[in-house]
């Protein structure tokens, strides 16, 4: 079987602006204060670098990742959200140890690493969600 490349970007690009969104929610709106905090204590930039467009566009493109992994997958695992959910797991426990890295190293506390793992996670089970949902053969 083929993959459909065409619903695989579509997919790509519909979770990845999921995955914004929640991150939107998470960072923008639950840890805003303590992002405040730390850029008057000098810890974070007071002004994302480039306005976070490097970022956002690599969220996007991760989004495409996960819709080409459900692709794959569907041959062995089978169609369906299961196997989207599936990976999207497995992608975004791959995350967790930035999150990790960041309370071992850096002086933010446990909140901010915490939620910023259960973004990566909840984000990428939720784009591959979606992008399964588009999916077509």
Partial sequence: NKINLSRVILGGIAGGIVMLLIGAVIHGMILEPYYVDMQQKGIMLPEPRMGGLIHHLIIVLSGI??????????????????????IGFLVGCMGIGSAVAIWTFD????????????????GCMAATFVAGWLYKD
């Fill in 65 to 86: 990742v996960l819709a080409y992994l459900y692709a794959v997958s569907r041959k062995h695992s089978g169609p369906g959200p299961k196997t989207a959910l599936l």
């Fill in 107 to 122: 002086n933010m506390g446990v909140r901010i690493p915490v939620f910023i793992g259960f973004d990566h996670l909840l």
